[in-house]
């Protein structure tokens, strides 16, 4: 049991955490814009790469490189949208799907050119795990970014109930007619999904480099669990894709824990856990397991 | 001394580059309730969306206390005191009916929101204890009153309302058009499209018969009731035409 | 160059750009007609090749065969079995959103991955199978082959083409294209429209299998890195848009002058100084990427745009 929280659960749940913060930007944008957005894993390579060269540079700790992840990535999303997206509203929004799988593709293709393709690390050097009654050893990378992915959820849920511009985008997510009927400046609007989905990415992007490592196909990768856990949250629900995001993270670790002598699945098969969650939420809850939208 | 608020005048308006209205004439004044009604597919709807920039203008002229506002955005409308409320789809059924009066206030801040509320509440009492509930959990009439308390929410001198009884049972339509005159009283011109033509035309301070996306009549709420030629053509029954 | 190294050169293009065709073709079906979004192309075309490459190739003991069964076998069965696997995704995502197709077949294309590099017993994993036989390699050697191969994949270049006609030309490919573009009615649709776009998705996938088959053989040695899924599954994207989607001469125009563009984007990134020349992949990566873009925003109807009449969509109320 000891040994299932140690090796399992906790490395589950940072897993989850990352996805979450990944899958919060899938779902804003496919409530607020109406289209899966492809390339929001390539945003956290970005992410993840800005943060290495601040490493590089500054000499400072991956986790005091994040406001430049951030800014970089932010960047990189409004460039995005106001040449590649903006262009296409007006047509089918799978239009927009298409264009995004390019973006994926320009955005990977700028990463490996700029930084090449060998796969880097914000440190060097075995860490310490943090020993909690004498039983509970935990990573600090673990514990950072469990902390952190629990204080901005608290804060998105704030953001999204209490303030003005989160109630504005969870007005344009229910109906964007009647939200340009009562005056909303919807551009606006999409500048800001794109800005906070943005952030949460770079700083997902930055938690799966300290976790493991950065490399190029990073954020592509995690794009099937991403869609998966907005898809289990319900798409258009930020907080439904954090539980969504959790639930396939801890799902996938706990797959290759030996239960009954044996494990599950092959560790190697890990990521077919998300697609299974994925096909079984679309045969029987394609609106995913919350209700609402934005919330 | 009345004050003109909205004058549209010899307006052309419709989606893409097909007309559907034709030099129509609109007024409205200052605290009065004007109703528009007529056939379906009569460019009712057309009409208010032309008003509230909603659609292609073609010509005319269309004025909002002494400003021009032909071919402006609606985004730039809610400030300057114009808001409406669409004939369907009309709230946000996923926020609650609180958040719903508040987004009311984003595009134009009134002075003090927190008074705006209490006094829309006041208006409706119905949904002093339902302000935390989803508005898509309502029923119906109590739907059409966040609608509407979302519209005054930003202290509108004009409020385009599309249907606002469209659906409702016979006893919630006398509601509804109690609070509407309630609202017109409190200082807000109202420009309304309805079916139910006859109880519409006897709250009307003025109302205007649309046909073919042309003006057919005209004339006082009273005298429209009292007209034989719209009274066969238009009020047939009393119901919907 | 001399005129043969030309010839050469031209019949290695059009056999890559037939192969391409034939994708772009399977593609217009699911897309063009159906307006069906898969972005899982790759995996679609590695389960084609692999069934082809185990089924033809000599028995080995790096993996499951091979069978050494005729190469008419081993292209049926590639079709067959990657049409179950389109049937499987299209029964669960046809009745929603495009998008919903698109983020699974994203998956369904990652776990074929994950199959072919883990089940070595199956495939030979990351080694990839090799000694893929070629049509009448006993007969003709050299260029010769060549050229036979080339005529083989534009055969079934003109097979696919007839197919997608007919699909296209039959009374429910007409109510398709004609409710295609607008998402609510086609969430409204009832089951026998559904049960079309099942068909086109399958009808489609068989050919992307047929199509990997083909790249198996081509290169007589399959592996994990061939099925790159950017690579395949973009280059089929861009070539149908450029094309004209909906339009078959136009699937089959957009193959040929994207891999051509693709083909000299190569010329162009080997003249880069040395230390470039590394990351000249990658750079031409970002030009298709940024052709896709250009693309969609400037030449959207192609080269071929569709003939029919569209339906207007309003987008107000
Ligand atoms: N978004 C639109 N695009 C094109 N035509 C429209 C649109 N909305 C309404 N129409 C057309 O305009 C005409 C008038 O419609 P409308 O103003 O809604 O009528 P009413 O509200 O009087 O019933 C109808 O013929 C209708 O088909
Ligand atoms: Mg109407």
């Known amino acids: 049991m000891i040994d299932f929280i140690n090796f399992y659960l906790i490395p589950g749940i940072t897993l989850g955490s990352i996805y979450a913060l990944g899958a919060v930007g899938v779902s804003m944008i496919f409530g607020i814009l109406r289209f899966a957005h492809f390339a929001h894993g390539d945003l956290m390579t970005v992410g993840a790469y800005a943060a290495l060269t601040a490493v590089w540079v500054l000499g400072i700790p991956a986790l005091a490189a994040i406001p430049f992840a951030i800014i970089v990535t932010c960047l990189a999303a409004l460039l995005a949208d106001r040449l590649f997206y903006r262009p296409l509203r007006d047509l089918p929004t799978i239009y927009t799907v298409i264009a995004s799988f390019g973006v994926a593709l320009i955005l990977r293709s700028i990463v490996q050119t700029v930084w090449g393709t060998d796969s880097q690390v914000y440190m060097t050097g075995f860490q310490k795990p943090t020993i909690f009654f004498d039983t509970f050893r935990i990573a600090t990378r673990h514990i950072q970014i469990i902390l952190a992915t629990a204080a901005l959820t608290v804060a998105l849920h704030y953001f999204l109930s209490r303030t003005r511009l989160g109630k504005s985008m969870r007005a344009v997510a229910d109906d964007p007619d009647l939200a340009a009927v009562a005056g909303l400046d919807t551009e606006r609007i999409i500048r800001w999904t794109w800005i906070i989905g943005a952030a949460l990415a770079a700083i997902a992007g930055v938690f799966v480099g300290l976790d493991t490592d950065v490399h190029t196909n990073l954020g592509w990768n995690l794009l099937l669990p991403m869609f998966a856990a907005a898809l289990l949250g319900g798409i258009g629900k930020p907080l439904g894709a954090i539980a969504g995001g959790l639930i396939i993270g801890i799902a996938e670790e706990a797959c290759t824990y030996p239960f009954f002598g044996d494990t599950l699945i092959a560790p190697s098969y890990k990521s077919a856990v998300a697609f299974v969650i994925m096909v079984l939420i679309l045969i029987y809850r394609p609106q995913g397991l919350f209700r609402g939208r934005l919330m | ?241 | 160059m001399e005129l043969p190294g030309i010839a050469f050169y031209i019949v290695a293009f059009l056999t890559m750009g037939g192969i391409y065709a034939i994708l772009c073709l399977a593609l217009n079906m699911q897309w063009g007609f159906g307006g069906l979004f898969n972005a899982g192309i790759a995996g679609f075309y590695a389960v084609g090749a692999y069934t082809a490459a185990i089924l033809t190739s000599a028995g080995s003991s790096a993996h499951l065969g091979g069978f050494d069964l005729p190469i008419v076998v081993g292209l049926i069965c590639a079709g067959i079995a990657s049409g179950i696997v389109g049937w499987a995704i299209a029964r669960i995502c046809v009745r929603l959103k495009a998008d919903y197709l698109a983020m699974a077949s994203i998956g369904i294309a990652e776990i074929i991955r994950l199959a072919i590099v883990n089940e070595e017993w199956l495939t030979n994993g990351s080694l990839g199978i090799s000694r893929i036989p070629r049509p009448l390699e006993a007969f003709y050697s050299g260029r010769a082959a060549e050229v036979v191969f080339v005529v083989f994949v534009w055969l079934i270049v003109a097979v696919t083409f007839l197919v997608a006609r007919r699909l296209q030309q039959s009374p429910w490919g007409r109510v398709m294209r004609a409710i295609r573009d607008n998402e609510e009615t086609a969430a409204s649709i009832g089951k026998d429209v559904q049960r079309f776009r099942t068909e086109t998705f399958v009808v489609g996938s068989v050919f992307m299998g047929v199509a990997g088959a083909l790249s198996a053989h081509y290169f007589k040695f399959f592996s994990p890195d061939a099925t790159e899924p950017l690579l395949i599954t973009f280059l089929a994207w861009v070539m149908l848009i450029a094309g004209g989607s909906g339009n078959n001469l136009g699937a089959i125009a957009g193959a040929l002058a994207i891999w051509a563009i693709w083909s000299l984007t190569e010329v162009v990134t080997q003249q880069l100084p040395p230390d470039w020349a590394t990351r000249s992949s990658y750079i031409r990566m970002l030009l298709i990427g940024l052709l896709l873009q250009f693309v969609l925003q400037r030449f959207r109807s192609g080269l071929f745009p569709e003939k029919s009449p569209k339906l207007r969509i309003s987008r107000e109320k």
């Open chain 2, 1 to 241: 001394m009345t004050e003109l608020v909205l004058d549209v005048r010899a307006v052309s308006a419709g989606y893409g580059k097909m007309p559907i209205i034709k030099d129509i004439s609109v007024h409205v004044d200052h605290q009065q309730i004007v109703t528009i009604i007529g056939p379906n597919g009569a460019g009712k709807s057309t009409l208010l969306k032309a008003v509230f920039g909603l659609n292609q203008h073609f010509s005319g002229e269309i004025t909002f206390v002494g400003m021009s506002i032909f071919n402006a955005r609606t985004a730039d409308l809610v400030p300057l005191g114009i808001s409406a409320v669409p004939q369907t789809h009309n709230v946000f059924s996923s926020l609650s009916v609180d958040e719903n009066l508040d987004v009311g206030t984003f595009a134009a801040p009134p002075r003090d929101a927190e008074a705006t509320k209490a006094h829309i509440l006041e208006l409706f009492p119905d949904l002093k204890d339902k302000l935390k509930q989803q508005a898509g959990q309502l029923s119906g009439g109590q739907r059409q009153m966040v609608a509407v308390g979302r519209a005054l929410m930003s202290d509108p001198k004009l409020i385009l309302l599309d249907e606002p009884t469209a659906g409702l049972s016979p006893a919630y339509l006398e509601v509804i058009f109690d609070l509407l005159l309630q609202v017109r009283d409190s200082g807000v011109s109202i420009l309304m499209v309805e079916q139910n033509a006859k109880q519409a035309l006897q709250i009307a301070d003025y109302a205007y018969v649309l046909v073919n996306g042309e003006n057919a009549y005209e004339g006082t709420g009273a005298e429209l009731l009292a007209d034989d030629e719209v009274r066969r053509s238009f009020l047939g029954g009393g119901g919907a035409p």
